[in-house]
């Protein structure tokens, strides 16, 4: 018998209904260090439209891309969200997401690895709504491996990809979101 690693399934969770989107650049830098992985891309648009949440909208039935996300969430072994900063904290669409999801299951990112990440184009890089993510999204369900910052989003980022500095930071977090995942598993030679 020899030991392999099962390839990790990563929802790159996008928590932006806008496009394009400097929070999808900011993952899609990192893809190169995620080796083997399945990345199921995931952003806010689909739920642009969802009702804001209500107990009397939820006694009527829960949304059908809602239940579809729980879906996506539960098929992955870890969870990448991105999310930008507006006015001190998360997107309004995404936190309607998580009014509705709480609902059906308060722990919806099932103990799974989850890593945080914000930019923008100032000096901040979503900072203040990253400290409050990492706070709430335990009752969520998510096994916090790192929240991370990027600040300059526009210095750190071109149409080349990432500078050298941010690619190593991007790497350093890859690392760390893989190694929470990859568990060898013994297979017959």
Known sequence: ????????????????????????????????????????????????ELPLY??????????????HFYERVAAA????????EHNGSMPAVFKNLIDWI?????????QKPVLLLSTSGGPNGGATNLQHMAKLVPFWGANVIDAKSFGGFYERITAEGA???????LKALAEQLLASVLTPQLVEA
């Not at 969770?13 to 199921?40: C, F, K, W, Y």
């Not at 072994?77 to 930008?84: C, L």
């Not at 500078?163 to 930071?169: F, G, H, I, S, Y």
């Open 54 to 67: 209500s107990r009397r909208r939820q006694e009527a039935g829960f949304p059908e891309a809602v239940m």
């Open 163 to 169: 500078n050298e500095a941010t690619d190593a930071e």
């Open 77 to 84: 072994d870890a969870i990448i969200v991105a999310s930008p």
């Open 102 to 110: 709480s609902r059906h299951d308060m722990k919806f990112f099932q």
């Open 1 to 48: 018998m020899k030991t392999t690693a099962k390839a990790p399934r990563i929802l790159a969770l996008i928590a932006s209904n806008q496009t394009p989107s400097i929070h999808r650049q900011l993952v899609e830098a990192m893809v190169p260090h995620l080796g083997t992985s399945t990345l199921d891309w995931l952003d806010m648009m689909p739920f642009d």
